[in-house]
Nanobody, 115 residues
Framework: QVQLVESGGGLVQAGGSLRLSCAAS????????MGWYRQAPGKQRELVVR???????NYADSVKGRFTISGDNAKNTVYLQMNSLKPEDTAVYYC?????????WGQGTQVTVSS
């Protein structure tokens, strides 16, 4: 019933920027929280950032000060502005949306940062 469509990944040089988007469809209700996880080669999946319906945010220490999340509750859409990108940011980024006990996932978008 719920589908998340994300976009905005690509290949950039170290120090560059990208903006990811994630839009939810198929739901008649706002989500409790949305955000991104990422999976880097040889590493465990980690939470990058999340934003609640009230606007509160939580960032991983590794991206704090470089990444900024914003949201539109009415459209169930979130955006991730990624600045000062580093090679260690290279990963597949998966957006997610949570409502009560249910969690939904986007298809993933690849972010590659060259050194």
């Amino acid at each position: 019933q719920v589908q998340l469509v994300e976009s905005g990944g690509g290949l950039v040089q170290a120090g560059g920027s990208l903006r990811l988007s994630c839009a939810a469809s198929g739901s008649a209700f706002s989500f409790n929280a949305m955000g991104w996880y990422r999976q880097a080669p040889g590493k465990q999946r980690e939470l990058v950032v999340r934003i609640s319906s009230s606007g509160s945010t939580n960032y991983a220490d590794s991206v704090k000060g470089r990444f900024t999340i914003s949201g539109d509750n009415a459209k169930n859409t979130v955006y991730l502005q990624m600045n000062s990108l580093k090679p260690e940011d290279t990963a597949v980024y998966y957006c997610y949306a949570n409502r009560y006990l249910d969690t939904y996932w986007g298809q993933g978008t690849q972010v590659t940062v060259s050194s």
